[in-house]
């Protein structure tokens, strides 16, 4: 697709649930990033993957959070057991490259999650 | 831990009038800084960079000050415009060491026409 797509746009789920978000990146890009911006936050790292090396996980906060990216693609985000801190919006960002600079960053739209 | 911080959660300006936007750092080895904007229900877009090895970097009405010694960079829009109306990030990456960008809790602009 022309953009980063994201779905769902939003998603409500009661305590303790599972969720799972999805990232479409853009054709070609080769690295993905996942990040998320909680109430009155700065949007905060979470995951990056970069072809096909093992992801950096450095900023999952906790072991409740998990992502994979299948066939260099699509990634979905999985939070197990969700508690209401885990409510923020998500946001996923592709590039071509490993993007230091962050100017080749496209943004998807992002997914609000509200843990009730 | 924020080590990017932007003070001011909103700013209302004039259209025409300048809209100064602040961020503080506290990271010594951030090298790279950048601004993005945010419309409502859409992802952030990149706006403007700044190396550490420049004090100024300048596009259209957009212009972007560094001061390293302070840790304080600082956007400038001139004139404001009714569509630049938006949230503005700020962000910082360091050359070695974290894959990601380190971002600022942004600042909510308002011009009003």
């Known amino acids: 697709g022309a953009g980063v797509s994201q779905s769902p746009s939003n998603k409500v789920t009661e305590k303790g649930k599972d969720v799972e978000l999805r990232c479409d990146p853009i054709s070609g890009h080769t690295a993905l990033y996942w990040y998320r911006q909680s109430l009155g936050q700065g949007l905060e790292f979470l995951i990056y993957?970069?072809?096909?090396?093992?992801?950096?996980k450095s900023g999952l906060p906790s072991d409740r959070f998990s992502a994979e990216r299948t066939g260099g693609s699509v990634s979905t985000l999985t939070i197990q057991r969700t508690q209401q801190e885990d409510s923020a919006v998500y946001l996923c960002?592709?590039?071509?490259?490993?993007?230091?600079?962050?100017?080749?960053?496209?943004f998807g739209s992002g997914t609000r999650l509200t843990v009730v | 831990d924020q080590q990017v911080k932007q003070n001011s959660p909103s700013l209302s300006v004039q259209e025409g009038r300048i809209s100064i936007l602040n961020c503080d750092y506290t990271n010594s080895m951030f090298d790279y800084f950048l601004w993005y904007k945010k419309y409502p229900a859409e992802g952030p877009t990149f706006l403007i960079s700044i190396s550490s090895i420049k004090d100024k970097n300048e596009d259209g009405r957009f212009t972007v000050f560094l001061n390293k010694s302070a840790k304080h960079l600082s956007l400038h829009i001139v004139p404001s415009q009714p569509g630049d109306s938006a949230v503005y990030f700020c962000?910082?990456?360091?050359?070695?060491?974290?894959?990601?960008?380190?971002f600022g809790t942004g600042t909510r602009l308002t011009v009003i026409p």
């Open positions: 993957f970069q072809g096909n090396s093992a992801p950096d």
């Open positions: 962000a910082a990456s360091a050359q070695t060491g974290a894959n990601n960008l380190f």
């Open positions: 960002a592709s590039s071509f490259t490993r993007d230091r600079r962050g100017k080749g960053y496209t």
